[in-house]
């Protein structure tokens, strides 16, 4: 049985243990213990970019809330004409730094794509300071679900004034898409105040999954 190697650590702001672990050349990321992404399992997150990015204009500004291993923004760029600008939102730096150090092999050299902008902010402080109607997509996959949190922190991303404020950034007739790891049908109907077209579709953790195991939850501004 091959061994899992612990390849570097860090602490979240909340002082959870943040671990970057690999496995039979697969790569986790664990927070507190608990897994929160895996290289085998991230088909859900390239959906978020299908359901969030068809038919963007030129010139397009999308936002990624949550760079991961870069699934998400490696399907938006595929999507995103050549003139887009693509704000990713990381809070750590040591996320990054991974990507460029341990992960130029799965998705680490698009952090350097001339039309994405790495930001180590708080996501929800980029939505709350943009400019009225600047994305034409905001993708969100910041935490496990809206309810229960891995970081308390992320509570006002998921209220009902941070959805106001998603809005608010978004242009008329663009997506915003929430990564969950679980369906929740109370938050659907507080996107439901806010947007127009809210869905909550179930999502596969990898192609041949027999099941849906997270959950996107999309809406559009009307």
């Not at 927070?31 to 010139?59: H, I």
């Not at 799965?106 to 400019?131: F, K, M, Q, W, Y």
């Not at 996959?141 to 004034?161: C, H, I, R």
Request: proline share 5%; charged share 25%.
């Amino acid at each position: 049985m091959k061994p899992v190697t612990t390849l570097a650590t860090s602490r979240t702001p909340d002082g959870e243990p943040l671990l970057l672990q690999e496995h039979d050349g697969q790569y986790f990321m664990k927070v507190g213990g608990v897994q929160l992404m895996g290289t085998n399992a991230s088909s859900s997150e390239k959906e978020m970019a299908d359901l969030a990015c068809t038919n963007l204009p030129r010139g397009a500004r999308v936002l990624i809330g949550g760079l991961g291993f870069g699934y998400t923004l490696r399907r938006v760029l595929e999507l995103c004409p050549p003139d887009a600008t693509v704000d990713v939102a990381e809070l750590l730096q040591v996320v990054v730094d991974w990507n460029r150090e341990f992960l130029t092999g799965v998705n680490g050299l698009l952090v350097d794509d001339p039309r994405v902008h790495i930001h180590i902010r708080d996501v929800a402080e980029i939505i709350s300071r943009a400019a009225e109607n600047r994305y034409h997509a905001i993708l969100l996959d910041v935490d496990n679900s809206p309810d229960p949190l891995v970081q308390k922190g992320n509570a006002k991303l998921y209220d009902a004034g941070g959805i106001a404020r998603t809005k608010a950034a978004l242009h008329p007739g663009g997506r915003v898409v929430f990564w969950s790891a679980n369906p929740d049908k109370s938050f659907a109907r507080s996107m439901a105040k806010h947007f127009g077209n809210v869905q909550a579709i179930g999502a596969k953790a990898y192609p041949k999954a027999k099941r849906f195991t997270h959950t996107l939850f999309v809406g559009e501004r009307v």
